[in-house]
């Protein structure tokens, strides 16, 4: 303590934990050239990943940078993903990346 100043505390605390580690951006290559609904894109996503590759998902939402915002239910199944990308799909490819790297 010294006089004349506040006294001060300091608190340590753990490593700040990130947001969103299970979720992944998922973009369909090449882009079909009309207007496709994002239902069918959705539908074709979740046959994609749970049908065929057994892999759970929470949700699959629309995206500004890619085609659906992808939230997996367990980390190592979005890594995976990400780092085997790009997957046959189709008459195309579709590619993993993570959430912020768009």
């Known amino acids: 303590m010294i ?4 006294v001060m505390k300091r608190a340590v605390t753990g490593r700040v934990q990130q947001h ?3 979720l992944a951006i998922a ?7 009309e207007q496709v ?3 069918v894109f959705r539908n ?3 046959d994609f990943l749970q049908v065929q590759n057994g892999i759970a998902v929470q949700a699959i939402q629309p995206c500004p940078f890619g085609q659906a ?7 190592h199944q979005r890594d995976l993903l990400i780092n085997n990308s790009p997957h046959a ?5 579709i590619s993993f990346i993570p959430h912020n790297r768009a």
């Open 3 to 6: 006089s004349g100043r506040p």
């Open 20 to 22: 969103n580690n299970d």
């Open 27 to 33: 973009t369909l290559h090449p882009l079909p050239q």
């Open 37 to 39: 609904d994002f239902e």
């Open 44 to 46: 074709a996503l979740t």
């Open 69 to 75: 915002y992808v939230r997996f239910s367990y980390m």
């Open 89 to 93: 799909f189709g008459n195309g490819t």
